[in-house]
């Protein structure tokens, strides 16, 4: 094999050099990973290792488009309230039964991250987790975990559900340009050529959880969630707590005919938040609204308290929210907290004046004034500057209010704006670019960027909402990145410790043997230097070792690709990183329980890229 007597340059020793200083970078976390990375840049530019004309090509590669286009489309479908509707289908077709809801979950966590970046499809189902949590009493301990090592797996359907994937058919490219003469030019993978490993991972996935992985999971009722916090605290402070429930109102009621704020004032009365009358549905219904058979309420409060209430007013009482499952999701609605400023209007008038439900949709639940929290005849309280208001509404009404400069909202919530009159249009607009990606005539890149101009040209999102969907931080990295797996090939470092590597193992050592090596070490490496500088630096030394052995060098680049994204053991990736925090989890079950998992990865991907090339 000639390149193992390939000797060490001047250029190999630099690349060597700059990618020790990246892994040590990523390693002790001094300097943030999107400036290492263009401090990376900056060197390989500074020392000759790539040309200055090719040096900022990453930024305009397909890979880096695509993620960006991935990250637009993404937020686009997110502004339809897709994802709300897919959280009360969840609850519908699990009926109650928890392994069934855990299961249906994370399926169809795992599909959606197919289309879109890991990070993403994560941040979109964080509510829904919550909402479901909530409605269920399974712990986000029990959820989050599951749900999150399904959508990592299912990145590995397509070619642009995680940043390896979209990287890998950029980084063959550039391969070809180093290959050795004889050697036969890489082809880029189609969108959905890794789809039957992508199944059998989610599969794996889902049976890991089925049988063994569930009974490790922590079992704390949330524990340390955002959304626990949250409840906690409204719990506490304006002892505002309990489940939402429905309340159908049935012939023999007394409640027909009467008021919302009647109903209100009735003795052992829960919240009441939400009322459907005839095919209107809606929260904060005003004072005035009058109730008939079969008009249905969404209340808030104690079990016990609600099924009172509905017992001693002929009110049909039901868990399951048929009707509100989308107006309570807490991505669109909850509860809040806002200020009256001394400068406000309101001061000296009551909310019942103000007419806050009507003009706003805003129900108060409560005023805490001078430390003393009053929950009786609110409506009925004038107000004083200083008061703090708990509102309970929809997210893009609150903002109304805190645009008016008349109440300051101090609560954290979705500002985003909800488009879901968009949803059909959104649903056609992404299977148009699907469909163009999976033609051979146009790149990747190219098919999700039509996707992108045809939900801004439709108002599905506006500009500035896709500017704002971005990660910069992930583009920047990526695209700074690229140019060291060029160095790493063109300077000749790849085949150089390819063929070092060979040397060090037994002669005749099997292609299956070389390619697990290089899917844990691939994976090992992605706890230190994040999944896309692992691509980055083990594509090229894949490849160079593919072709020392006589292996696939292809097979052996998807390899890594998809072992880049095994890490269900540490915060380094993303998606863990989003839902430690949220689900009390700590180091040593991540380890755990991921380490298992990531075994069963690792086998899984040599096995089928075996089976496939």
């Given at each position: 094999?000639?390149d193992?007597?390939l000797p060490?340059t001047?250029d190999?020793?630099?690349?060597?050099?700059i990618?020790?200083?990246t892994m040590l970078?990523?390693?002790?976390?001094?300097?943030?990973?999107?400036?290492v990375a263009?401090?990376?840049l900056?060197?390989l530019?500074?020392?000759g290792?790539?040309?200055?004309?090719?040096?900022f090509?990453?930024f305009s590669?397909?890979?880096?488009?695509?993620?960006?286009a991935?990250?637009?489309?993404?937020?686009g479908?997110?502004?339809t309230?897709?994802l709300?509707?897919?959280?009360?289908?969840l609850?519908?077709?699990?009926?109650g039964d928890?392994?069934?809801l855990l299961?249906?979950?994370?399926?169809v966590?795992g599909l959606?991250?197919s289309?879109?970046?890991n990070?993403s499809?994560?941040?979109l189902?964080?509510?829904?987790?919550?909402?479901?949590?909530?409605?269920?009493g399974?712990?986000?301990?029990?959820?989050l975990?599951?749900?999150?090592?399904?959508i990592?797996?299912?990145?590995?359907?397509?070619?642009?559900g995680?940043?390896?994937?979209?990287?890998?058919?950029d980084l063959l490219?550039?391969?070809n340009a180093?290959l050795?003469?004889?050697a036969?030019?890489l082809?880029?993978?189609t969108m959905?050529?890794p789809?039957?490993i992508?199944i059998?991972?989610?599969?794996?996935s889902?049976?890991?959880?089925?049988?063994?992985g569930?009974r490790l999971l922590p079992d704390?009722?949330g524990k340390g969630a955002t959304?626990?916090?949250?409840?906690?605290?409204?719990?506490?402070?304006y002892?505002?707590?309990?489940d939402?429930?429905?309340?159908?109102v049935g012939?023999?009621?007394a409640l027909?005919g009467?008021?919302?704020?009647?109903?209100?004032?009735?003795?052992?009365?829960?919240?009441?938040l939400?009322l459907k009358s005839g095919?209107?549905?809606?929260?904060s219904?005003p004072a005035?609204t009058r109730?008939?058979?079969?008009s249905?309420?969404?209340v808030?409060?104690?079990?016990?308290?609600v099924?009172n209430?509905?017992?001693?007013?002929?009110?049909r009482?039901?868990?399951r929210?048929?009707n509100?499952a989308?107006l309570?999701?807490p991505a669109?609605?909850?509860?809040s907290?806002?200020v009256?400023?001394?400068?406000?209007r309101?001061i000296?008038?009551?909310?019942?004046?103000?007419?806050l439900?009507?003009k706003y949709?805003?129900?108060?639940l409560?005023?805490n004034?001078?430390?003393e929290?009053?929950?009786e005849?609110?409506?009925d309280?004038?107000?004083?500057?200083?008061d703090?208001l708990?509102f309970?509404?929809?997210?893009?009404?609150l903002?109304?209010?805190?645009?008016?400069?008349?109440?300051?909202?101090?609560t954290?919530?979705?500002k985003?704006?909800?488009?879901?009159?968009k949803?059909?249009?959104?649903l056609?607009?992404?299977?148009?670019s699907?469909?163009?990606?999976?033609?051979?005539r146009?790149p990747?890149?190219i098919?999700?960027?039509?996707?992108v101009?045809g939900m801004?040209i439709?108002?599905?999102?506006?500009?500035e909402?896709?500017?704002?969907a971005?990660?910069?931080?992930?583009?920047f990295?990526?695209?700074?990145?690229i140019?060291?797996?060029?160095a790493?090939?063109?300077?000749g470092?790849?085949?150089w410790?390819a063929?070092h590597?060979?040397e060090?193992l037994?002669?005749?050592?099997?292609v299956?043997?070389?390619?697990i090596?290089v899917?844990l070490?691939?994976?090992?490496?992605s706890?230190?230097i994040?999944?896309v500088?692992a691509?980055i630096?083990m594509?090229?030394?894949a490849?160079?070792?593919?072709?020392?052995?006589?292996?696939n060098?292809?097979?052996?680049?998807?390899i890594?690709?998809?072992s880049a994204s095994?890490?269900?053991?540490?915060?380094?990736?993303p998606v863990i990183?989003?839902?430690t925090?949220p689900?009390?989890?700590?180091?040593t079950?991540?380890?755990?329980?991921?380490?298992?998992?990531s075994?069963i990865y690792s086998?899984v991907?040599v096995?089928?890229?075996?089976?496939l090339?």
């Amino acid at each position: 094999m000639d390149d193992v007597a390939l000797p060490l340059t001047r250029d190999m020793v630099l690349v060597l050099g700059i990618t020790a200083f990246t892994m040590l970078m990523f390693l002790f976390e001094r300097v943030r990973a999107d400036v290492v990375a263009l401090v990376v840049l900056v060197l390989l530019g500074l020392t000759g290792l790539v040309e200055p004309e090719a040096l900022f090509n990453g930024f305009s590669g397909n890979a880096v488009i695509s993620i960006i286009a991935t990250m637009i489309l993404g937020a686009g479908l997110d502004r339809t309230g897709a994802l709300n509707r897919l959280a009360g289908w969840l609850l519908r077709r699990s009926h109650g039964d928890e392994r069934r809801l855990l299961l249906l979950t994370t399926a169809v966590a795992g599909l959606n991250s197919s289309f879109m970046q890991n990070p993403s499809v994560m941040a979109l189902y964080m509510p829904v987790a919550a909402r479901l949590s909530s409605r269920t009493g399974l712990s986000l301990g029990k959820l989050l975990l599951p749900v999150a090592a399904a959508i990592v797996m299912g990145g590995g359907l397509t070619m642009v559900g995680n940043s390896p994937l979209i990287l890998l058919n950029d980084l063959l490219l550039a391969a070809n340009a180093n290959l050795p003469s004889g050697a036969a030019t890489l082809e880029p993978l189609t969108m959905f050529r890794p789809l039957p490993i992508g199944i059998v991972l989610v599969a794996a996935s889902l049976a890991y959880f089925h049988y063994r992985g569930t009974r490790l999971l922590p079992d704390d009722d949330g524990k340390g969630a955002t959304p626990g916090r949250t409840q906690s605290y409204f719990a506490q402070a304006y002892g505002i707590e309990g489940d939402v429930f429905e309340l159908e109102v049935g012939a023999d009621s007394a409640l027909v005919g009467m008021t919302v704020s009647e109903v209100e004032t009735l003795t052992g009365a829960p919240l009441l938040l939400a009322l459907k009358s005839g095919d209107d549905s809606r929260l904060s219904p005003p004072a005035d609204t009058r109730l008939w058979t079969g008009s249905v309420l969404g209340v808030l409060g104690p079990p016990p308290q609600v099924a009172n209430f509905a017992q001693a007013h002929s009110l049909r009482m039901s868990t399951r929210l048929a009707n509100f499952a989308d107006l309570f999701n807490p991505a669109r609605a909850g509860i809040s907290e806002a200020v009256v400023p001394a400068t406000s209007r309101y001061i000296g008038r009551t909310t019942a004046e103000l007419q806050l439900r009507r003009k706003y949709g805003l129900s108060l639940l409560a005023i805490n004034r001078d430390k003393e929290v009053r929950r009786e005849n609110v409506r009925d309280l004038p107000l004083r500057a200083g008061d703090m208001l708990v509102f309970h509404s929809i997210w893009a009404d609150l903002a109304q209010v805190g645009a008016s400069r008349e109440l300051v909202v101090v609560t954290d919530y979705p500002k985003g704006k909800q488009r879901p009159h968009k949803l059909k249009i959104a649903l056609l607009i992404f299977a148009v670019s699907m469909l163009l990606a999976l033609s051979s005539r146009l790149p990747v890149s190219i098919a999700l960027m039509t996707g992108v101009a045809g939900m801004l040209i439709a108002g599905v999102i506006e500009i500035e909402e896709a500017y704002a969907a971005i990660n910069w931080k992930t583009v920047f990295l990526m695209a700074c990145l690229i140019p060291l797996g060029w160095a790493m090939d063109s300077s000749g470092a790849a085949a150089w410790l390819a063929g070092h590597s060979l040397e060090q193992l037994p002669r005749g050592t099997p292609v299956w043997l070389l390619e697990i090596t290089v899917a844990l070490a691939t994976t090992a490496l992605s706890l230190v230097i994040s999944h896309v500088g692992a691509t980055i630096v083990m594509v090229p030394l894949a490849i160079n070792l593919a072709l020392a052995a006589g292996g696939n060098p292809t097979a052996f680049a998807l390899i890594v690709a998809l072992s880049a994204s095994n890490n269900f053991m540490t915060a380094s990736n993303p998606v863990i990183s989003m839902i430690t925090g949220p689900a009390g989890y700590t180091g040593t079950q991540l380890w755990k329980i991921g380490g298992p998992l990531s075994l069963i990865y690792s086998v899984v991907t040599v096995v089928m890229v075996s089976l496939l090339f």
